[in-house]
């Protein structure tokens, strides 16, 4: 089993940051890759950005240029800085761990508001 829990969401202006943290705890030692979705409501969860355990990162392409997956691997740590606010990125943020031979595990997420 493991364990994700994600901090760092708020209310932030249009144009404003925040940066999610997310830490992993339990059999953190067989987790791959690492990823952040979010939903908003109304629409289906989207894939925000993922990173492996070498440091490969993806984004979706609504927010390349803004935000920054990155990972911590002696922690099981994951995180996202997000720059360049927008509105239509309110959401709740997921961070996800992916883990061999097991369904993707989700944390609680986090709720990010931006107003315009």
């Known amino acids: 089993q493991v364990q994700l829990v994600e901090s760092g969401g708020g209310l932030v202006q249009a144009g404003g940051s925040l940066r999610l943290s997310c830490a992993a705890s339990?059999?953190?030692?067989?987790?791959?890759?690492m990823g952040w979705h979010r939903q908003a409501p109304g629409k289906q969860h989207e894939l925000v950005a993922s990173?492996?355990?070498?440091?490969?990162?993806h984004y979706a392409d609504s927010v390349k240029g803004r935000f920054t997956i990155s990972r911590d691997n002696t922690k099981i740590a994951a995180y996202l800085q997000m720059n360049s606010l927008k509105p239509e990125d309110t959401a709740v943020y997921y961070c996800?761990?992916?883990?061999?031979?097991?369904?993707?595990?989700w944390g609680q997420g986090t709720q990010v508001t931006v107003s315009s």
């Open positions: 996800t761990a992916s883990v061999l031979g097991s369904d993707d595990y």
């Open positions: 990173i492996t355990p070498s440091g490969n990162t």
């Open positions: 339990g059999s953190s030692f067989f987790i791959t890759a």
